[in-house]
């Protein structure tokens, strides 16, 4: 099963669910035997909350699961979902709904973003993560900016690490001409572009000047799970929080952008020969 307490959270409420349609069973009716109302057992399904194990226990008993074996399974999940993920020492900085976002990173065996702002998350380099963290004030920057250029380094490990998920990354041509952090920062951070996309798992292209604006209007990340029981997710982020879209018609219309954005950019190859004419003029 993937790895991050937020994917097991959602395998384990996904299995939940099939077992009390298959028992006929109504939310509300679910609801109330575990002293809950409707509401929850949809959040539960959903993997947004946490798991008491007596719920999960009276719910396998509604739901006429009474093999020993099998019940101590669904237990032993929801105790792996409670686990707490490396990111737990940083929560005072996230918001819920970011969390959420780097438990699934996590678990995903395909990371597609696109971006017209800032070079991707995954993809900065450490004082580029200082200078957007600091909102380009280095006389800003405290302890918890400081905590949270560790968070973004610690994020960046799952590209590296044994069974490292896929990045495609597209991004827009204005990207790599605003100078965050100055001019020394973005040549340090169009070298580290190089470096990472020589890396077999990290694809990376840019969507020149004459090509913008088609594809899509705002920055997104898609992430894909070899969990079959993980559906595909789009993370729209915006200033008060974000969204997580996974209906299949949202899936389908993201999917199709990343399609024509695949075709709007320029390839790989002419991407690391763009960023080595820039490189080379900073």
Not at 182 to 191: D, N
């Given at each position: 099963m993937s790895g991050a307490p937020t994917a097991r959270r959602i395998v384990l409420g996904a299995q939940l669910r099939r077992l009390r349609e298959a028992a006929e069973i109504s939310r509300a009716e679910a609801g109330y035997a575990i002293r809950g109302s409707d509401s929850k057992i949809s959040r539960m399904e959903l993997g947004r909350v946490g798991f008491k194990e007596r719920d999960v226990a009276d719910l396998l008993t509604m739901y006429g699961v009474h093999d020993a074996t099998e019940r101590a399974q669904f237990l032993d999940m929801v105790r792996m979902s409670n686990e707490r993920g490396w990111w737990h020492r940083y929560t005072d900085l996230m918001p819920d709904w970011f969390q959420d976002f780097v438990g699934l990173?996590?678990?995903?065996?395909?990371i597609q973003n696109y971006e017209l702002q800032f070079v991707p998350g995954l993809l900065q380099t450490e004082e580029y993560i200082r200078a957007v963290a600091s909102h380009g004030r280095p006389e800003h920057i405290d302890e918890p900016t400081e905590r949270r250029v560790r968070l973004r380094l610690q994020r960046q490990k799952v590209l590296t690490r044994q069974n490292a998920p896929r990045l495609w990354a597209v991004i827009d041509e204005s990207v790599l001409h605003r100078p965050i952090g100055?001019?020394?920062?973005?040549?340090?951070?169009?070298?580290h572009?190089?470096?990472m996309t020589r890396q077999p798992n990290i694809t990376l292209q840019?969507?020149?000047?004459?090509?913008?604006?088609?594809?899509?209007?705002?920055?997104?990340?898609m992430l894909r799970f070899a969990e079959p029981?993980?559906?595909?997710?789009?993370?729209?982020?915006?200033?008060?929080?974000?969204?997580y879209l996974d209906r299949p018609s949202e899936i389908e219309l993201y999917g199709r952008v990343i399609d024509?954005?695949?075709?709007?950019?320029?390839?790989?190859?002419?991407?690391?020969?763009?960023?080595s004419k820039l490189r080379a003029g900073l």
């Open positions: 990173e996590e678990s995903a065996s395909l100055g001019p020394a920062v973005l040549r340090r951070q169009i070298e572009l190089l470096e840019m969507v020149a000047y004459g090509m913008s604006g088609y594809a899509a209007e705002g920055a997104f990340s029981t993980l559906p595909d997710v789009v993370y729209v982020e915006h200033l008060g929080g974000a969204l024509r954005l695949a075709v709007d950019a320029e390839t790989p190859d002419q991407t690391r020969q763009t960023l």
